[in-house]
């Protein structure tokens, strides 16, 4: 009789411990400044339920980019305070194009390029998120599954019925878009959204929706077909739209957006574009993009403070985002290739970069393109620099840096002794040549 009251005694505080979230999320968000719209009673009915959140994610692209890190990092967070996290990929959507924060139509893309961008976006959100946890495993959606069946005339019928045009009109996304003009396939794109919220209530038992702050509107239209059509009370909130302090478009280099991909953005260009944030974004970042506790985060910052030259701060926000993103292994390749252009690197270290990590780093430096049958002729160094390049003027300028012990290749010192040959190429092809400390030029063998 002991055993089976043990056992009734342990499967109840199982049971509480399931129906009580860990900590309260909305207090755990609001000192990393990643609440800015709140539903009334979001707060008390995430610390008194289990329940399941969404965000959706527009697949604009085969890749996401750092502007939907915030989304993914609030879905992780989900799940880490007890919730189930609903990734929503917006395969139906995405045919229509969100009006939210565009000053202008956007061009619709093609089912082929639709489907391909969902699964790839599908198979990115797999690294973030737990979908074999025993307890809370996160799901994944895609909303063409209930929209690909569904006529015209049922869904203004159905859904349209309920929510008037003036509601819609109200919305900052469709006024901003009146005068410019709006097409009335994307001023439907609330109404369409709003039945993902609802389907997602109904069918997961959803009560929670999540997003930046440009789809507030989009949102509220969600929880007010819901109540219209008699279902419990549902709940969202935004996070702020992330910004920089200079005013510049966060996420946005020259080069364009800093994707998740490896294949697009480099690790090392994804760790050098947190690396090189001002201080005050930074403080900001590591709030926010980081899972480190506030205890550690303060005394990080405070650490920066006292030597801000030695960036501390953007170090460690660079570290933790680019682990987090792709890998420990890719962090260290990465903070290896920064050594190289701004550190004491070592031959080793820059034998060790694969051929893309290499082409990043020394992306921005001059580049010569010579046959590779001159590297096969035993050429000499001098030649190499003076003659086939013009990484010096004459042969002349190359004896006397030679002679002085200013030029390195590969993070080697060499002298007039020096033989080219391909033993020396980095990956069968490249060549890395420093005149003096900070002068780089990466040489590319050429096949015949």
Known sequence: MAFFISLFIFASNSMMQMDIPKYDLIEELKWRGMVQDIMPGTQDFLNQHIT?????????????HIGSLVQIILLMHLQRAGHIPIALVGGATGMVGDPSGKSEERNLLD????????????NQLQKFLDFNHPDTPALFANNYDWFKDMGFL???RDV?????????????????????????????YQLLQGYDFYWLHTHKNCHLQMGGADQWGNMTTGTELIRRLGGADCFAFTTPLITRADGGKFGKTEKGNIWLDPSLTSPYEFYQFWLNTSDQDAEKYIRIFTFLQRSQIEDIITEHQSNPHL??????LAAEVTQMVHSSHDLHTAIAASDILFGKATNEQIKSLDEHTLLSVFNGVPHYQIPM?????????????????????SKAEAKRL????????????????????????????YMVVQKGKKDYHLIIAMPA
């Not at 960036?311 to 460690?316: D, E, G, P």
Request: aromatic share 6%.
């Open 52 to 64: 399941t959140g969404y965000i959706g994610f527009d697949p604009t692209a085969e890749s996401l």
């Open 111 to 122: 089912n082929h390029s639709l489907q391909r961008n969902v699964l790839g976006v599908k």
């Open 154 to 156: 049922q869904f203004i």
């Open 160 to 188: 349209g019925k309920h929510i008037t045009v003036n509601y819609m009109m109200a919305k900052d996304s469709v006024k901003k878009r009146l005068e410019s003009g709006i097409s009335y396939t994307e001023f439907s």
């Open 311 to 316: 960036r501390i701060l953007q170090k460690k």
């Open 373 to 393: 049958q001159i590297i096969n002729q035993n050429t000499s160094v001098t030649d190499l620099l003076a003659v086939h390049t013009s990484i010096c003027a």
């Open 402 to 429: 030679l002679q002085s012990n200013a030029i390195s290749i590969n993070k080697e010192k060499i002298d007039e002794s020096t033989i080219i040959n391909q033993d020396i190429l980095l990956n069968h092809a």
